[in-house]
């Protein structure tokens, strides 16, 4: 687990976002837009996981 706890909350999100796009994909007729919603907000979380990655003292 990351030591700082405001990654790990955004990397919880990430993968709850992941598991709810893979469960509205399977559907006979998924939500276009709401698939749309949940990827924006899914890249949105990867690109914050990624600036506090890379902005994180080693």
Do not use: Q
């Amino acid at each position: 687990m990351p030591l700082n706890p405001r990654i790990a909350s955004l990397e919880e999100r990430h993968a709850a976002l992941e598991r709810r796009i893979l469960d509205e994909d399977r559907r006979p007729k998924p939500d276009e837009a709401e698939l749309a919603r949940m990827k924006r907000e899914k890249l949105r979380l990867k690109e914050e996981l990624e600036r506090l990655r890379t902005s994180r003292p080693h």
